[in-house]
């Protein structure tokens, strides 16, 4: 199988570097001073605060060429508008990774409905200058699978066969015939919980902030409450049917986590901002639709 990743951020280079080592033929696609430092160093990889750097000679592209199997997309939402007219003169499938609340429909509309694949990368890390620090695994991460799905529910073949191909990388990836819903509401939690790490100052200044808490978990509801179809996973429901008090106290224990730290919540980028605007746009679309 031939793969371009598009986007070399955290996602992007942790997924095109397990492809190299596991021997898939592969190409990251990066622009500007991201461009250039790949090409001198390859993928720096560190696990979250380790001094040790390893690097991945992964080959790099500033344009793509030629025909691939599957793209997979590792753009932040407010980017996607701006790719996908270079996605529709390239031949393959295109799996888009990464948040996104407004359905596969404009997606299809410019590439092609039949060409596309929905999902989320599970991994998380943040950026140290050229460095990718990744958030070490656990035994709450190592459960959490990366779904993708059909758009419209099925388990087709190439499905099941992109779901093989990153499971040989030790990519714990699964199927997902909700990846729609899923995608919402995961958009559904992620964005009070962004808008509200940002305004606090970091997921610990959250944390230390009870009333902060309770007012973001009030957005998590009422977000979930208007989404057209029940929340995916199933588990997230308990967002709205479990004490306030009890969520509260869970979701500050979570946020002073080493898997919140090393998550990117961190990050106040303003391409974190523009995002999860977007998202938020997203969101309301869906909600005056109904």
Do not use: C
Request: glycine letters at 10%.
């Amino acid at each position: 199988m031939k793969l371009l990743v598009y986007g070399a951020g955290v996602l992007g280079s942790l997924f095109a570097a397990r492809l190299h080592e596991a021997g898939h033929d592969v190409a990251l696609l990066a622009r500007g001073k991201r461009l250039a430092a790949l090409r001198r160093h390859g993928v720096q990889l560190a696990e979250a605060d380790s001094p040790a750097v390893r690097r991945v000679p992964v080959p790099v592209v500033e344009h793509p060429t030629g025909g691939y199997d599957l793209i997979a997309v590792f753009v932040r939402t407010h980017q996607v508008d701006a790719v996908l007219d270079s996605l529709a003169g390239l031949e393959g499938d295109v799996l888009f990774l990464h948040s996104w609340a407004a359905g596969p429909e404009p997606l299809g509309a410019v590439i092609g409905h039949e060409r596309v694949l929905l999902g989320f990368g599970t991994a998380g890390g943040t950026m140290d200058g050229d460095v990718v620090r990744y958030r070490a695994t656990n035994f709450m991460t190592r459960r959490v699978a990366m779904p993708i799905g059909e758009p419209d529910g099925r388990t087709t073949p190439r499905l099941e066969r992109i779901v093989r191909t990153f499971r040989t990388t030790g990519i714990n990836a699964k199927t997902e015939p909700k990846m729609d819903a899923w995608l919402k509401t995961h958009a559904a939690f992620e964005v009070p919980l962004g808008q509200a790490v940002h305004t606090a100052g970091g997921p610990v200044a959250l944390a230390d902030d009870p009333d902060a808490v309770r007012g973001m978990l009030h957005l998590m509801r009422r977000n979930l409450a208007a989404m057209p179809t029940p929340p995916t996973p199933r588990g997230f429901a308990a967002l709205r049917t479990l004490p306030e008090g009890l969520l509260v106290a869970t979701l500050r224990r979570f946020l002073r986590s080493p898997t919140a730290v090393h998550s990117g919540l961190s990050d106040a980028s303003p391409a974190t901002a523009a995002e999860l605007a977007r998202l938020a746009e997203q969101i309301r679309a869906y909600t005056k639709a109904r």
